[in-house]
């Protein structure tokens, strides 16, 4: 019979989760482009694990969940719970909805179109 060890397993997640980390830094460094070229790949990459562990610490924990995090504090900045203006955002997250990192997402995106709208088109 073969036997996985405690020690084994935590082995094999920490390099599953590691390998995560590095896929979705590279899909939000090709997403937000700009914001990872103002900001150069080290400081870029902090983000994102920051993010990432932000993210574990409201108990998101599935891949969708953690990357509409990450996203929202791409375009927010992070902490951006903490926000006045953005302080349902913390309420929500701090819920046990379990929808509630999209919906974050969703409501941060739909303001951002808003404001951009209003400011009509960029020359």
């Not at 983000?47 to 995090?69: H, K, W």
């Not at 919906?103 to 951002?112: F, N, P």
Request: proline share 2%; hydrophobic share 40%.
């Amino acid at each position: 019979m073969l036997t996985i060890r405690d020690a084994q397993i935590a082995t094999f997640e920490g390099a599953v989760h590691q390998r995560f980390i590095e896929q979705l830094t590279e899909i939000m460094a090709s997403d937000f482009a700009d914001h990872e070229r103002a900001l150069g790949r080290p400081a870029f990459e902090t983000v994102v694990r920051n993010a990432i562990e932000q993210a574990e610490g409201f108990g998101l924990r599935t891949s969708a969940e953690i990357t509409d995090y990450v996203c929202t504090v791409l375009c927010c900045g992070e902490r951006f719970h903490e926000k006045s203006e953005l302080a349902w955002a913390g309420a929500l997250l701090r819920s046990k909805d379990p929808e509630r990192a999209r919906k974050v997402l969703d409501q941060v995106l739909a303001s951002l179109g808003a404001r951009a709208a209003q400011n009509g088109p960029r020359s």
